[in-house]
């Protein structure tokens, strides 16, 4: 498994990348669809529920991460855009945060051995905001959401 790379961009922004031993369309698969996203998104230690995923310009989405006491933690967005591997563009909104929205952006590019590297850059409102996001543990959870991906791929290349 390749190591997930964080590093703040600028005044407001994060960048990630992280390369997964699959190709691009399995790794596309998994960022859409949404019987697929609940089996990655978030730490092992919540369950996950979508409620709504409108993949397309415009189309909303919001899910839900519980814990084992029954809290939840809501995060919803909107789509900007129709997604393709080369650009996924939504908003990202932590319901227990209302109203600090972030622009996420997202391509997948394949390389040599059928492997391909997930980027993603998100711009938060303020300094702020992008900071509270770093210190809230970004970075680890998404390390865990991603090897729970990585998982997820091994299994979709057994079956492709």
């Known amino acids: 498994m390749s190591e997930l790379k964080v590093e703040k961009d600028g005044t ?3 960048r990630t990348e992280r390369e997964f031993d699959a190709p691009r369309d399995l790794v596309f698969r998994a960022y859409t669809e949404p019987e697929l ?3 990655w998104l978030g730490p092992r230690r919540y369950e996950m529920e979508i409620d709504r995923y409108e993949i397309g310009d415009g189309g909303r989405y919001r899910y839900v991460h519980r814990d084992d006491a029954g809290n939840e933690f809501g995060f919803r ?10 650009s996924m563009v939504q908003t990202f909104e ?5 109203g600090h929205v972030a622009l996420d952006t997202a391509s997948l590019e394949e390389i040599e051995g059928n492997r391909t590297v997930v980027r993603t850059v998100s711009v938060y409102q303020s ?3 992008r900071d509270g996001m770093w210190d809230s543990g970004m ?4 390390g865990e959401a991603y090897d729970q991906l990585e998982e997820l791929l091994i299994t979709l290349k057994s079956r492709h």
């Open 12 to 14: 407001h922004g994060i």
């Open 77 to 86: 967005g909107v789509f900007h855009g129709d997604p393709t591997a080369d």
């Open 37 to 39: 996203i609940q089996r």
């Open 94 to 98: 932590w319901e227990g945060m209302p």
């Open 127 to 129: 300094e702020q905001d």
């Open 139 to 142: 970075a680890e959870g998404m």
